[in-house]
């Protein structure tokens, strides 16, 4: 279990740290680092698919790459509910502790680009590596499960949560350490909801569908409200 564990967190951490490597700037400090921010997560999603394909023997539909049961207004209404939860958490911050409401230049170009980052590439690229790869990694590997109030958690669902939400201690790069801890501690918990889902229907889907609902609506919200 211990070598499982270590090889998944080993896998995620190494991969996220070489492509932050001259990718994750402030997205406030240049046009030049918005597109960044697709390369990076352009890298999350090809090493992840590609470490499927491998790992399914080219079954990658087994690992998650498959519409059955998306449970689509079920994803709808997690994405709105995590959405509510992020632009209060924003909110708060950027009340108290002076965080910007909007980390670049609200220029056209760089809303198009990030509407096109958020709305599309960060949930695809970010479910396949963590609930597609890492997750279902976990859960073929390590046995046993833990009741959270009703519901039944594999230990694969849970470890790659924790992961998914320390990944985003990068973001001491450019923001307070109290709006990073509880951005961990709201990424783990969006990771415990996305896992669950993906661990019930096996497939990328319903993750995918409700993690890019949660971050476009959820800057809709900052963009329209604090701007």
Known sequence: MVFVVGAAFAFAFGLVSILSIGFHK???ETLRGIPSYWANHVGLFLVGFACIWICSNHKPNNWGFSLNHPKIRLSVLIGILLALVGFLQH???SKFLSVPSVLFEPTPINLLWMGVYIWIF???AEETLYRGMVQTYL???LNGQIRIIKWDFKTGTLIAAVLF???HLSNLAFLPYQMVVSNV????FTGLILGYLHQQTHSLAGPIMAHNLSNG???LLIGLLLW
């Open 91 to 93: 909110f708060l911050f």
């Open 165 to 167: 939400g320390c990944t």
């Open 26 to 28: 402030p997205i406030r």
């Open 122 to 124: 960060v949930g695809i």
């Open 217 to 219: 609506l959820a800057n």
């Open 139 to 141: 859960m073929n590997h």
């Open 185 to 188: 501690i709201l990424t783990t």
